[in-house]
Nanobody
């Protein structure tokens, strides 16, 4: 099993920045994908950004150019730098850890990001 611990959420104003961090521990497999999903009130959980252990990235169109995902494979951490935040970014953000041959995925507890207008 894998445990994920998130930090960095908070309340900011439009245009400001936040940095989310997630640390994985437990039975880590070197081939994996770590990423961030978010779920706003009344909406589906959606992929924000992900990055494979090999370095490939994927971003939601709504955050391209504003958010950047990074990894430190040696430390088993992933971070999400969120710039130019908008009220539409308000959601609970969840760290995700995926091992290709295992189901289900592992999830963090979620951290609230609130962007005021």
């Amino acid at each position: 099993q894998v445990q994920l611990v998130e930090s960095g959420g908070g309340l900011v104003q439009s245009g400001e920045s936040l940095r989310l961090s997630c640390a994985a521990s437990g039975n880590i497999v070197s081939i994996n994908t770590m990423g961030w999903y978010r779920q706003a009130a009344g909406k589906q959980r959606e992929l924000v950004a992900s990055k494979t252990s090999g370095g490939s990235t994927n971003y939601a169109d709504s955050v391209k150019g504003r958010f950047t995902i990074s990894r430190d494979n040696a430390k088993n951490t992933v971070a999400l730098q969120m710039n130019s935040l908008k009220p539409e970014d308000t959601a609970v953000y969840y760290c995700n850890f995926k091992i290709p041959w295992r189901t289900p995925d592992y999830w963090g507890q979620g951290t609230q990001v609130t962007v005021s207008s």
